[in-house]
């Protein structure tokens, strides 16, 4: 019938308490702020962290996935002669920049001129054809042929539009190349962004 529970006391005491004791409060606030801060910036840096060493220690497939230096043809020839390489080969790049077919709008490529053992070295599986041997032949992924509307047989003749050095200036050039032969793309599941 006389319920008292002493509330409004209790709230005077805290009210009290907390006006008595600033400093101690505004550092309990300082302390608990600094902690969730702490707590936030280890977490990210240890994922950034994690991340970046997932990145850096995945082998990329494909061309160069071993490494690559760019070099002269006598710097080249140096390197190869060193006891720690196993193997090189003097790959040059065969236009500036990527295609400019419209097929390719969107994805990066690469058009390599390779040497002798390139192809056997980088694990390259040949679907159908034979690998180039002449200046005018080509060997295509898979992937690029479906992209240009192309069955993935060789001997059909390929029109790249690309920016070429001729005498140290970059023309853009239309170049009828015939396709050698159809390879296994290593990077399919990129085949939106790399060719």
């Not at 006391?9 to 608990?32: D, F, G, Q, T």
């Not at 760019?70 to 236009?95: F, G, H, M």
């Not at 690029?144 to 390929?158: D, I, N, T, V």
């Not at 140290?168 to 060719?195: A, N």
């Amino acid at each position: 019938m006389f319920q008292n529970n002493n509330q409004e006391i209790i709230r005077e005491i805290a009210a009290e308490n907390l006006k008595n004791h600033r400093l101690r409060n505004v550092m309990a606030v300082l302390a608990i702020t600094l902690t969730t801060l702490l707590i936030t910036v280890v977490c990210t840096a240890g994922i950034g962290i994690s991340s970046a060493m997932q990145r850096g220690t995945d082998i990329t497939p494909g061309p160069m996935s071993d490494g690559a230096i760019a070099a002269s043809q006598e710097q080249y020839e140096e390197i190869a002669e060193l006891e720690q390489v196993q193997w090189a080969d003097y790959v040059r790049p065969a236009v500036v920049g990527n295609l400019r077919n419209k097929e390719t709008v969107g994805i990066n490529t690469a058009v390599l001129a390779p040497g002798g053992g390139f192809y056997e070295e980088q694990s390259v599986e040949l679907l159908d054809g034979a690998f180039p041997e002449t200046a005018d032949e080509i060997a295509v992924s898979a992937t690029l042929a479906e992209r240009f509307g192309q069955p993935s047989k060789a001997g059909w003749e390929l029109l790249m539009k690309a920016i070429v050095l001729e005498n140290g200036v970059q023309t853009e050039k239309e170049i009828t190349m015939t396709v050698s032969g159809i390879v296994e793309s290593p990077i399919r599941y990129l085949q939106d962004t790399y060719e």
